[in-house]
């Protein structure tokens, strides 16, 4: 008969974990996650890099379109950098008390929301692969990006500029990184490979000019110039 350190019961529809499928349960854990490949993204001093863009391909289905939202809040975009799958909708919602006229020239998507408050416009459809730079025609500093990948797995690096990537099938797969500070045009990425155990570390060199200063109001400088 086995004991109860070997084997574990259901009681009142709630699972009962026995010590040794703790350790087992512990053990999977951990394996899983030595395996995983991980990336981080610094720029050349070695510097962590929030917002980079991480794209890799291999077979498998396309992620399904996402309905987002980009909010205008204190005349900035958030979040900065948004990445969605092919086909998704993206809306902007107007938290400020101030109106925003909403605008792409990209190839990847142009278009153009006309000065609006509280009645956010329907959301834009992004049926296009690529990197949009979004812009306000009444605040020249904001400035966000949506890119638009048509892999099956992209994502956004935080704060650490680093990113665990889901478990990848056996191989090499093809590998890209996008910044918004990597190039003025927005169309160069970093291109590599990586497999399933990789632990990469990438450094960019970012060569684009820094955002328009936001202009402060009379009212701020005079904030600004007392402290």
């Given at each position: 008969m086995p004991t109860k350190n070997t084997y574990c019961r259901l009681s009142n529809t709630m699972l009962t974990l026995c010590p040794g499928s703790l350790i087992l349960?512990?053990?999977?854990?951990?394996?899983?996650?030595?395996?995983?490949?991980?990336?981080?993204?610094?720029?050349?001093?070695?510097?962590?890099?929030?917002?980079?863009?991480?794209?890799?391909?291999?077979?498998?289905?396309?992620?399904?379109?996402?309905?987002e939202n980009i909010y205008q809040r204190n005349a900035a975009f958030h979040p900065k950098v948004l990445t969605v799958p092919t086909g998704s909708y993206v809306a902007f919602p107007n938290q400020d008390t101030t109106r925003h006229h909403v605008y792409s020239f990209s190839?990847?998507?142009?278009?153009?929301?006309?000065?609006?408050?509280?009645e956010t416009p329907p959301p834009v459809h992004f049926d296009q692969a690529g990197v949009?730079?979004?812009?306000?025609?009444?605040?020249?500093?904001?400035?966000?990006f949506i890119v638009v990948s048509d892999a099956p797995y992209a994502a956004t690096t935080g704060a650490e500029g680093m990113l665990a990537l889901p478990t990848l099938?056996?191989?090499?797969?093809?590998?890209?990184?996008?910044?918004?500070?990597?190039?003025?045009?927005?169309?160069?990425?970093?291109?590599?490979d990586i497999n399933n155990a990789d632990q990469l570390e990438v450094r960019l060199e970012l060569n684009a000019l820094p955002p328009p200063?936001?202009?402060l109001s009379p009212l701020q400088q005079r904030f600004r110039d007392a402290s």
């Open positions: 349960l512990a053990m999977l854990l951990l394996s899983l996650t030595a395996n995983a490949a991980q990336i981080t993204v610094l720029d050349s001093d070695g510097l962590p890099l929030k917002d980079a863009v991480i794209e890799v391909y291999y077979d498998a289905e396309t992620s399904p379109p996402e309905q190839p990847a998507k142009t278009f153009d929301l006309n000065l609006y408050l509280q949009v730079v979004l812009g306000c025609n009444i605040h020249d500093h904001m400035q966000a099938p056996p191989g090499q797969h093809r590998l890209r990184i996008w910044h918004p500070r990597l190039d003025n045009n927005q169309e160069i990425w970093w291109e590599g200063a936001r202009n």
